[in-house]
């Protein structure tokens, strides 16, 4: 039986999202107010009446043109190991967008594909012939992963080229750091930590750093520490307003949905960074840090803190988000993979995101004008 697709309101696609074990905060009703540029709906999947799935879409305006870009973020939230999963739950989205004026449609399936142990991934840096993760012996494969592809290939869905971070180039990271929580103590948790992290955090505690939760009125001071980031790592920075909607919008929704620690040291902040939680899910989102005083090692102090408050919050996983596929030394990213290695994580390979061109002309001028602007 096919199933409807509709508009449902946000309270009850946040009571859908509520009732399950793990979504991304991309697919909340609350993350479409944080992205102003884009216009939001919650869609929901019906089967007899009853709400089976839900996603958060976003639609952007191709410029000169009613038409949009529809874009699930890693979603939706539907059986993706339906065996019937483009004919009953993806066909029947595909019109739905369509009858909103999408000329073309990006989603990112919450599917994880491989997992590479820490050991697995510290071996593979160490590896002078290993260049890319995706090359490395994973430590787990998910065999469903490779038949969902497959499915969406044949049905005329095509993986998208990770792009940048700004406009129509909204990809999320396909290769993200984890460290699962479900049934571990604390000090299972700490006793998984390498021996430098272990060492740092002990540095830190003995050089007085204290790490404290912050509100609204501290986002400046975390702002400052994020640009000279952004400076340091090459990154371009997202504006003050942008963590200030952030805000406002997530904690709307739920009062704890967003954190903000910094972590200080004689009066100093040096370090400072956001906490988001959706259920049983908590990620580290956004990490800043200056180069002063590095050496009281402040972002191990204040990861281990937020650590500790998602496994207070009953996290079943710690997420670090982002991490770089390539192995490279002379790549900037592989300190920052180092970083969440001693974390004593894995790294979690997800399928990657998916484009259905239903325009294929404004597809393709899509891809060109993208071209350009990078």
Request: glycine share 8%; hydrophobic share 40%; charged share 25%.
């Amino acid at each position: 039986m096919i199933l409807t697709v509709r508009s449902i309101t946000r309270d009850e696609h946040l009571a859908f999202v509520e009732a399950l074990p793990s979504a991304s905060h991309m697919q909340i009703p609350a993350w479409g107010d944080v992205k102003p540029d884009w216009r939001a709906e919650s869609v929901g999947w019906f089967e007899e009446g009853r709400l089976v799935g839900a996603g958060l879409v976003l639609f952007r305006p191709l410029p000169k043109l009613r038409k949009y870009l529809a874009y699930l973020p890693e979603g939706p939230l539907v059986d993706w190991f339906a065996p019937d999963l483009v004919e009953r739950w993806l066909e029947p989205m595909l019109a739905h967008l369509k009858a909103r004026g999408a000329f073309s449609v990006k989603m990112g399936p919450p599917v994880v594909v491989r997992r590479w142990s820490a050991d697995a991934v510290k071996a593979a840096i160490a590896d002078p012939d290993a260049h890319r993760l995706r090359d490395a012996e994973a430590t787990s494969h998910e065999p469903r992963a490779v038949d969902v592809a497959d499915r969406l290939r044949r049905a005329g869905w095509l993986r998208a080229e990770p792009g940048g971070e700004d406009g129509f180039a909204a990809g999320q990271p396909r290769y993200v750091f984890q460290v699962p929580y479900a049934g571990r103590s604390l000090e299972e948790i700490h006793g998984g930590l390498n021996q430098q992290w272990r060492r740092n955090i002990k540095k830190a505690e003995k050089a007085g750093v204290k790490v404290a939760r912050g509100g609204y009125e501290d986002l400046p001071a975390f702002y400052t520490l994020y640009t000279e980031t952004a400076e340091r790592d090459r990154f371009i920075p997202r504006p003050l307003p942008y963590f200030q909607r952030m805000w406002t919008a997530l904690n709307a929704e739920h009062p704890d949905r967003m954190r903000l620690y910094l972590a200080h040291h004689d009066g100093d902040v040096l370090a400072a960074a956001t906490m988001l939680t959706v259920g049983r899910h908590v990620w580290y989102s956004y990490g800043a840090s200056t180069s002063r005083k590095r050496e009281v090692q402040p972002n191990n102090a204040m990861q281990w803190r937020m650590m500790c408050d998602a496994h207070e919050l009953g996290a079943g996983v710690y997420d670090l988000r982002g991490i770089t596929d390539t192995l490279e030394d002379s790549n900037h990213l592989l300190g920052l993979l180092r970083f969440k290695v001693g974390t004593g994580g894995e790294a979690v390979e997800y399928l990657g995101e998916w484009d259905f061109p239903l325009n294929r002309l404004l597809h393709k001028a899509l891809e060109l004008y993208m071209t350009r602007r990078h």
